[in-house]
Nanobody
Framework: VQLQASGGGSVQTGGSLRLSCAASGSITSFTIMSWHRQAPGKEREGVAS????????YYADSVKGRFTIARDRRKHTVFLQMNSLKPEDTAVYYC????????????????WGQGTQVTVSS
């Protein structure tokens, strides 16, 4: 299975973007699907994730209330709706997935999409 991220772009502070992560096959076998980001000179961080079955979601404190992760099983796609964007949200965003158990470190996730650049200007 391959993951294809898209939807990045440049917006001003307060703007919105919707990222998409399309899988080349079914996503029902993934335990977790997630979004991560990496800003220049910083370590990669987890932004949001959604678990299979119960669709339980997790958000980093820095994006709670502004970002929403959702999954469309029919379209084999996971979305990240980003509202009220801030300059500190500027980063390359990656989607990822794993078939391992919940709690597995993201460093062990088997599937990663290519990054999509998000730039927020003040």
């Amino acid at each position: 299975v391959q993951l294809q991220a898209s939807g990045g772009g440049s917006v001003q502070t307060g703007g919105s973007l919707r990222l998409s992560c399309a899988a080349s096959g079914s996503i029902t076998s993934f335990t977790i699907m997630s979004w991560h980001r990496q800003a220049p000179g910083k370590e990669r961080e987890g932004v949001a994730s959604i678990t299979s079955g119960d669709d339980k979601t997790y958000y980093a404190d820095s994006v709670k209330g502004r970002f929403t992760i959702a999954r469309d099983r029919r379209k084999h796609t996971v979305f990240l709706q980003m509202n009220s964007l801030k300059p500190e949200d500027t980063a390359v965003y990656y989607c990822a997935a794993t078939r391992a158990h919940v709690g597995t470190s993201e460093d062990e996730y088997e599937y990663w999409g290519q990054g999509t650049q998000v730039t927020v200007s003040s």
